[in-house]
């Protein structure tokens, strides 16, 4: 049955009891993780179970049987209504069994029976909550799990030839694999996603309900609006503020985007280059600690390193990411002749400090937090506890201010309850996709655990290389791309670090950390990059400019998403640390590189770049690159000359009797 609005493809609203019955599971789960993490701890066997029956709950009550935009029917809530009891089962199975489970050798036939519903509605919340891709996936490798030359099912045997071929195994050893034990669907990254991720997803909702992201954004407004390119230039430091907090390209994009991008049409910018500058800056929100879209928490869990120094070390790379967009949208306005906003038209930052201070609070609360030690779970905890008091203590001064009444302090008291239930609501359902997809990526680690797929897979990946390190790293960057056509980037990274991790580290000698953050950098691309780039989509939705030509230009603002992580592999120093002078010689290195390269793509830096230089500067950067010191000193020579030639030039041409010439820079993209 199809809903009776003008628009057959948007989503109807749901009945007040189903409304009404996600707040009351949302609130729960909420209450639930920060009782777990603040309070009162529980093994994994509790808390990771609990927490996927309420998410898998949560997600057949949101999204029903037959899509959002069409009425669930009686058919619907029989599916449905299946679906949600199976769920509870999955969630209460394991803690309620723990002992009998624990002494057991082989599994009953009540386990497997359970093993097997906990896979199907994981795999169909998945393709309700995070698209169908992630399901197909998923799939896949189960039927790789069966399909060997013994063991497996009789009509899937032998279908895997040659390096992939494995003994196979039966429906009883792949279902109590994936749901009695830690190596399955009760893995590291429904763990991750159950503990330290939930939490500063929670965090994030308690800061978006008080009014932080408003906050940031005319901060950044602030700060650069009456410079050249105002709004583009406050679209990357907003970016980076509510990056750091929601750890969601798409989020960020339509929450800061939503204020940028007209801004940024006004001032001169194209449709399609407003929308691409933010989905580019959007996408760097993923990389930006402290969050970094959940990658620091599951880089954490894989690495044994520890939470606060991924952000640390995460913090330069960032820097250079967003300082290379800055760059790019600074080299637009000028080759436009564009101008800043009126100081008229931009928020003052003394008000806008004084009326929003509290909200540096948490995040100051967060940092000292952890570089004193705590964990992640129990600092999420006290940050939100931060941001209760900060916003508490923000409104009971105002209230005091103003002239207090007792109808004015009940009517604080209900405003206060009511963001709070909305904050924990919020928190619940934004959860649900990537515990979904965290769930789904745990039958993956599974499957390439129990077959050893994940060394196969690393050999044909040196085979396809021939050893060569550009070439496996270019192999990276395609299979992200691919992957991230169907997958979250959270759900992306983690499938392709246990396929090319192992290759990545022994074969090729990149250190462990270090290849974590390449896969983890190099699974955004599908955010930018055509055909399949949602961020990209979601910015020309706001721009109202064409998807593609939108997502091309997300492209290219984004281009230090791809030379980064190259920069980290050929020079580690800046990431695993050194001699001093090494690592400032690296950081110096770097930022010479990112800006020739910006340089070499607008043919515009002070001034127009001649043809002639640009071509000149491509084997500069290429050197600044290579792993050798003495080419990288020639590099950086030959780059540096000829940018302060560009420099020089520009200065001779302000001193000119009637200025600048007006001289043709290189069309945009």
Known sequence: MTTTTEDPLAPIEQPRTVVRAIAVIGIALSLFQLYTAGLQPLGLFFQRPIHLGFVLVLCFLIHPAFGRHRTRGVAGWIIDGALIVMSIGAGAWVPLNIDTIANQIFPRTIDIVMGVATIIVVLEAARRAVGLGMTLIGVVFLIYAFAGNRGGLPFLADWMPGILNHRGYSLDRLASQMTLGAEGIFGIPLGVAATFVFIFVLFGAFLEVTGAGKFFIDLAYAAAGKQRGGPAKAAVIASAGMGSISGSAIANVVTTGAFTIPLMKKLGYRPAQAGGIEAAASTGGQIMPPLMGAGAFLMSEYTSVPYVDIVLISIFPAVLYFGTVYLLVHIAA??????????EDLPDTRKVLAEGWHFLLPLVALVALLVAGYSPMRVGFYAILSIIAAASARALWTFVASGPTASGFVDLCKRGIGLTVEALDLGGRNAVAVSVACAVAGIIVGVVGL??????????????????????????????????????????????????????TEQFGIPLL????????????????????????????????????????AWKYAKGLYLIPLFMVFNEEIIVGGPLPLVLWAGAVAILGLVAFAAVLEGFLFRPVPVWVRVLL??????????????????????????TMNWAQARRDRDLPGGPPRAQAAPDL
């Open 451 to 504: 077959t050893g797929l994940g060394l196969k897979f690393s050999a044909m990946m040196i085979a396809f290389s021939g050893g060569n390190i550009v070439l496996a790293l270019i192999l990276v960057l395609l299979a992200s791309l691919v992957l991230g056509m169907g997958l979250p980037v959270t759900a992306a990274y983690i499938v392709l670090i246990i396929l090319v991790g192992p290759a990545l």
């Open 334 to 343: 000028v080759k436009q002749g564009m101008t800043g906003l009126a100081a």
């Open 514 to 553: 270090i290849a974590h953050l390449v896969v983890f950098w190099y699974s955004q691309d599908s955010n930018v990059t055509p055909p399949v780039a949602l961020a990209g989509f979601a910015g020309a939705a706001i721009a109202g400019s064409k998807p593609m030509e939108t997502s091309v230009q």
């Open 618 to 643: 491509v084997p500069g950067v290429v050197a600044l690159f290579w792993p050798d010191l003495g080419i990288e000193a020639a590099g950086f020579a030959l780059v540096a000359l000829l940018l």
